[in-house]
Every structure is written in C-alpha cells, then in structure tokens.
C-alpha cells in the first residue's frame, strides 16, 4: 500500500484517486473548493459519472480515501502526488498551465524527500519540465502518466484500461508508479516524458480523425443512396480499422477533443509543422454542425424563422452531464440565430445553466419537450429517448417532422404514423 495525494478533484482526479483506493492504497485528494470538499467527505459526488458516487462511498468506509481543503498539507509525507487539475485552452489553441503551475508552487516546499509528483492533466509537450522547473528539488522526481477516461464510463477506463503510459527519465519513479497499478491486467508502456505528452494527443487526434471521417462518409452516403450503418459496420469488421468512433452523429465535442484538437496543432505550429491534416478534421466537425441544422431546415419546409423545434439531449454524449463544447449546443445555437424557438430536454440538465444558451427552454421530459414542435431533433444518444412511445410524442407535436442526428431511433414506428423520418447517412 502507498500514501498517494490527488490535486485536483474533477472527473479526471475524483475517478483516479477513488479506484487507486480501490486497489488498496491511502488515498488523499486535495481541491481548493471548499464546498465541494466538505460534500465529498459526506459522500456526495455532483458529477454524473457511472459507478463512481458508489466507490466514493465504499473507499470512505474503508478509510482508504479521505478529502482535505489544505492543498500544500495535503502532500506531506505521501509517495506519490498527482496532478489533475483543468488545462484549458486559449483562443489560438495554445493550453493553460496556470492551474498546473499554480498547484506545483504550492505544493513544492512540502513534498517529501524520495517523493514522484505525477502529471495526470492533458499537458503540452514539456510541461513534466515545466513542473519540475516550479518544484525546483533535486530530490524529487516529475513524470507523466496520462489519463485516457471517458466521460460516463470513467472508472471501467480507469481500471481496465487500453494501456498504461508512464513517461519518465528516472527509473526509480519508473517502478514506483508500475507498483502503483498492480492489480490491473493492461499493456505499459515506459517511455520519456515528450513521448508519454504526445500520446495522449496523438491518440485524441486520431479519435476525432474517424469520427469526421464517419460523418464525411455518412454525406456521401446521403448522396449515392447507401446505408451508413452497412458502411460502417463492414468498415469496422476490418483489423486494421476497428468499429470505434466510426458511428455518424451531430458531430464531436466534450471537455477533451476540441481542447486536445486545437493544442496538438498549436504545438505542431510552433514545431514549424503544418498540421493541416487534424485541421480538416476539425473543419468537418464545423461543417457537420450546419448540416444538421441543414436538415431541420429541410425538414420544416425551409425557413426556420418562427418554427419551434423539440430537442433531445444537450450534453456531448450520453452518460454524462457535461456541457463543455458540446455539439448539441452548437447546433442549438445555429437553431436560434436562424430565428427558431427551442425546447430541449437532457436527463442530466433539470434547469438552464451555462452553457446552455438563455433562449432555451428546459423541459421537464421527452414529451414535454415535443409540445407544439414542428420538428423533433434527437441530439443525445441517451437510452430513455428509445423507450419513448412514438405515437404519444406525435400526439404532442404540431409538426411531423423528425431528425435523428444519432441514429438512435427505428424509424419504422415513427414513418408508420406519418412521419418525415431523417436520419445520419440513411
């Protein structure tokens, strides 16, 4: 067993510092969020994310994770300190190390001696020196362990994950971080700190890469007559390709692609590459946004001014409540610039909260959502919108018109009632 601090108690840091409890270690994590501290203590996790709420609970009881307000008392006498704390981006795609900074500042002087101070964070290529340069001890290690965690299924990721990467120059840090994940049946890979940085991007990239090409590919298939889901199927059965992040949707968001996206071009830019490739990919994503609203505008006859349009699902992606970068919103936003009144309903959004735009109306369920809607427009691929009855949803809509941007519903049911069913690449 090692004493290990968290920095940081987001999805990323809650879920890492929960399962390293669970795998038998003394776990403290540390956040400067008052509030958020003390509701941790009583249990209670704000986040929606599977599973998670019940490890907390469990690791509490067994007095193998605990949870403090006192950031640079938090790492004294621990083994090892991870760093999971919000890496935004600017503008130009270039990524925010305050808070990274900030907390390696802070926690400097009180590291104990022999300790390995780990970057968790998505951080640009060099900042495992950058952390290091802060810190500023000979007798403290940094190294980079990135996190590759979904949102919504975050704790399966976490210990029975694709592989574990481990970035750094010191082999003593090296072996005491491999202990660290003992128990876990994954690949490793041990690597220098630039490498260990750069997969986590390259890996994103190529993530968003697929899903922009499914949706490019979904165009054409609109185009020639054929089927997205028997492309996509075939292409996934091929071992050099694989099924993942090939199914069309509204287009791709969340609190790690766009930021990862922009920062590896950023960072290729100041490299002297052209990353033009990536690029494309996030101009697919834009271009799919207003294809989507394209169909809806398709779908009630053309001008979207003064038509009221039911939306199901805001967040990025089922089983989750984050809203950051998603595209739902984005092609909401798209629907009320053209003139349009919007009613949405997500199962994780009770009320309208940044950033969910002031025009929307919130609805308490599917159906309520539907009322006087000209258009149905499914955004989420949240399981519930499956058990709604077709017919009680028409009952509700002025329109019959509905756009699936996830394939999510059979459109069988809902073209038997009458139905202007569209879907993604059908």
């Known amino acids: 067993m090692a004493r290990l601090a968290i920095i940081g108690t987001g999805y990323v840091g809650l879920t890492t510092g929960a399962c390293l409890a669970h795998l038998g270690h003394d776990v403290l994590c540390a956040d400067v969020d008052l509030d958020k ?28 994770l605990g949870f403090t307000s ?23 795609g270039s990524v925010d190390l305050s ?9 400097g002087a009180s590291l104990a001696a022999g300790a390995v ?13 950058v952390v290091s340069g802060i810190i500023g001890r000979d007798d403290v290690s940094v190294v980079s362990n990135p996190e590759f965690l979904r949102e919504g299924s975050a704790v399966a990721d ?14 003593n840090a090296t072996g005491i971080l491999r202990a660290l994940y003992d128990g876990i049946d994954a690949p490793m890979v041990l690597t220098d700190p630039a490498s260990a940085e750069t997969i986590k991007y390259a890996a994103n990239a190529f ?47 969340g609190s790690c692609f766009p930021k990862d996206s922009r920062a590896l071009i950023h960072q290729a830019g100041r490299a002297g590459y052209d990353f033009e490739f990536l690029d494309s990919a996030i101009r697919v994503n834009r271009q799919q946004f207003d ?26 992606k089922a089983g989750t409540d984050d809203l950051r970068d998603s595209p739902a919103l984005e092609i909401v936003d798209r629907l009320l610039a053209a003139g349009a009144s919007v009613t949405a309903h997500d199962p994780t959004v009770r009320d309208r909260r940044g950033p969910v735009p002031a025009g929307v109306v919130v609805a308490e369920g599917p159906l309520e959502a539907c009322a006087g809607a000209d258009v149905l427009l499914v955004l989420t691929e ?25 394939n999510l519903l059979d459109p069988g049911p809902w073209r038997d009632l009458g139905v202007g069913f569209v879907g993604i690449g059908r």
């Open 382 to 406: 949240w399981p519930e919108f499956t058990q709604v009855v077709p017919a009680d949803a028409v009952a509700a809509m002025a329109g019959r018109a509905v756009v699936d941007a996830r």
């Open 207 to 253: 993530l968003v890469t697929k899903l922009s090409f499914a949706n490019a590919i979904a165009a054409v298939c609109e185009g020639v007559g054929a089927d997205i889901d028997d492309v996509v199927l075939a292409l996934g059965y091929d071992s050099r390709i694989g099924a993942s992040h090939l199914r069309p949707g509204p287009g791709w968001g």
């Open 37 to 64: 501290v003390e509701r941790l203590k009583a249990g209670e996790v704000s986040i929606v994310e599977a599973g998670l709420p019940d490890l907390v609970a469990e690791e509490l009881a067994a007095d193998r």
């Open 70 to 92: 006192d950031v640079s008392g938090s790492v004294v006498d621990r083994q090892v300190v991870f760093l999971c704390l919000p890496t935004p981006h600017a503008p130009d």
């Open 117 to 129: 101070v780990v970057n968790k964070s998505t951080v640009p290529v060099g900042t495992t020196a």
């Open 99 to 107: 808070y990274v900074e900030a907390a390696a500042a802070t926690i």
């Open 291 to 316: 294809r989507i609203v394209d169909k809806v505008r398709r779908a009630v006859g053309g001008d979207l001014a003064g038509r009221s349009v039911g939306v199901w699902g805001l967040t990025f």
């Open 158 to 171: 976490f210990l029975g994950p694709d592989r574990i990467v481990i970035g750094s120059d010191d082999e």
